[in-house]
């Protein structure tokens, strides 16, 4: 085992964390620094500062940051921009943000003189893969240490015990959720419990951001989504940053009852596995994204676009967010929304998100040409030329057929 004289471990404060930031110390027997990432969770990060300096972490060694805004300008947009969705439902919440938190990791192993990190994921999951690949393409000599491959505590009593040895503090939330989730700006997922039967109804009480379609509004409410390069800019006319509009989003959604999702995906590792997740705003944004992408883009770069979107999808779902070939998709996407610019109306009504118009100034629509009333500019005759040409090895197959 190679000595390992300080390591970053991506810190939450939770139990699972908790038990590894003592592990890392009884087992490498080095020096502990602890990463928190605020990306939207919905929960207070700063308590994870007093519970690092309770378990024995110098002030100096604690990393608490707010990336809100870098999470969605540079990994949620990006991402948008090619209308990604993953085995045609999710819109890939948790994936995202693993390599921002795997990035973050590296650069402040870096700045810290550490020579290796640390994780929570499981064995079993996706995001060990997300936090590993991200980090050896970032740092191809970083060492990465994941417990859970490691340690025989593979059990919650396990876990339990040693927090009680160790003297870590177990706290008991009131009306804590008996799921294992994970939430983001973008998303919030469950997974667990009686989820492990695909064929088991969610209850309801499990939904943390979205009102049930059932209960929603009687009436629909209309927005007005501002676009420029591919990219949101503002919401009913004000400007705002990618973090807020998100989160204004976020918020009109799940009041109208938008964004809820119960799938079963296929894993890296290879197993299927069953998850709920809420994505009230992306929702809403994917919609609108590709309302205004249909009057501003040339029909064969929307029909590239279409034919990429699943591939790139991948990449991101598999942890190849740092890969050449992912950055060389994005290019390519990135060139062609220079003209999706402009405005789209939405309703939203009910879990549906109901397009109502979209406008720019770069648009592709011609009326001269489109309209089903009589026209000057488009002489339809010319038709039949294409069609023939287009026929023509019908023609000639058919006549061998003979």
């Given at each position: 085992?190679?000595?390992?004289?300080?390591?970053?471990?991506?810190?939450?404060?939770?139990?699972?964390?908790?038990?590894?930031?003592?592990?890392?110390?009884?087992?490498?027997?080095?020096?502990?620094?602890?990463?928190?990432?605020?990306?939207?969770?919905?929960?207070?990060?700063?308590?994870?500062?007093?519970?690092?300096?309770?378990?024995?972490?110098?002030?100096?060694?604690?990393?608490?940051?707010?990336?809100?805004?870098?999470?969605?300008?540079?990994?949620?947009?990006?991402?948008?921009?090619?209308?990604?969705?993953?085995?045609?439902?999710?819109?890939?919440?948790?994936?995202?943000?693993?390599?921002?938190?795997?990035?973050?990791?590296?650069?402040?192993?870096?700045?810290?003189?550490?020579?290796?990190?640390?994780?929570?994921?499981?064995?079993?999951?996706?995001?060990?893969?997300?936090?590993?690949?991200?980090?050896?393409?970032?740092?191809?000599?970083?060492?990465?240490?994941?417990?859970?491959?490691?340690?025989?505590?593979?059990?919650?009593?396990?876990?339990?015990?040693?927090?009680?040895?160790?003297?870590?503090?177990?706290?008991?939330?009131?009306?804590?959720?008996?799921?294992?989730?994970?939430?983001?700006?973008?998303?919030?997922?469950?997974?667990?419990?009686?989820?492990?039967?695909?064929?088991?109804?969610?209850?309801?009480?499990?939904?943390?951001?979205?009102?049930?379609?059932?209960?929603?509004?009687?009436?629909?409410?209309?927005?007005?989504?501002?676009?420029?390069?591919?990219?949101?800019?503002?919401?009913?006319?004000?400007?705002?940053?990618p973090a807020k509009l998100l989160e204004k989003l976020n918020a009109l959604g799940g009041k109208h009852g938008i964004g809820r999702l119960d799938i079963v995906e296929n894993r890296y590792v290879g197993m299927k596995s069953r998850g709920c997740y809420e994505t009230p705003g992306g929702t809403i944004l994917l919609k609108a994204h590709r309302a205004i992408e249909s009057i501003t883009l040339d029909r064969e770069e929307a029909h590239l676009k279409d034919e990429l979107m699943p591939r790139y999808a991948s990449l991101i779902y598999n942890g190849y967010w740092f890969s050449p070939e992912r950055e060389a998709l994005q290019a390519l996407i990135d060139k062609t929304q220079k003209n999706v610019e402009g405005e789209v109306r939405a309703k939203l009504y009910k879990g549906n998100v109901i397009i109502t118009g979209r406008k720019s100034d770069k648009s592709l629509f011609d009326e001269a040409y489109s309209t089903f009333e009589e026209d000057s500019v488009y002489n339809q005759s010319d038709a039949e030329g294409f069609i023939k040409l287009n026929a023509l090895r019908f023609i000639i197959a058919g006549k061998n057929r003979k």
């Open positions: 085992m190679k000595e390992i004289k300080k390591v970053v471990l991506a810190y939450s404060g939770g139990l699972d964390t908790s038990v590894i930031l003592k592990w890392l110390g009884d087992t490498y027997k080095c020096e502990v620094v602890t990463f928190t990432a605020d990306i939207g969770q919905g929960e207070e990060v700063e308590p994870a500062r007093a519970k690092a300096e309770l378990l024995g972490i110098k002030p100096q060694n604690i990393f608490i940051e707010d990336l809100r805004e870098e999470f969605v300008r540079d990994f949620v947009f990006p991402m948008f921009r090619a209308n990604t969705i993953y085995e045609g439902e999710y819109l890939l919440g948790t994936s995202i943000a693993r390599p921002l938190i795997a990035k973050r990791l590296v650069e402040i192993a870096k700045e810290v003189g550490a020579d290796a990190i640390a994780h929570g994921a499981t064995g079993k999951g996706n995001d060990q893969v997300r936090f590993e690949l991200g980090a050896y393409a970032l740092n191809p000599n970083i060492k990465v240490i994941a417990p859970w491959r490691e340690w025989d505590l593979n059990s919650r009593e396990k876990l339990l015990s040693y927090a009680e040895n160790a003297g870590i503090p177990i706290e008991k939330k009131p009306n804590k959720s008996p799921y294992s989730m994970d939430a983001n700006l973008l998303h919030i997922s469950y997974e667990g419990q009686i989820l492990e039967d695909p064929n088991a109804e969610p209850e309801e009480s499990m939904w943390r951001w979205t009102t049930s379609p059932f209960d929603a509004p009687d009436s629909a409410e209309e927005i007005v989504i501002g676009f420029k390069n591919g990219d949101p800019i503002s919401l009913n006319g004000e400007l705002l940053s």
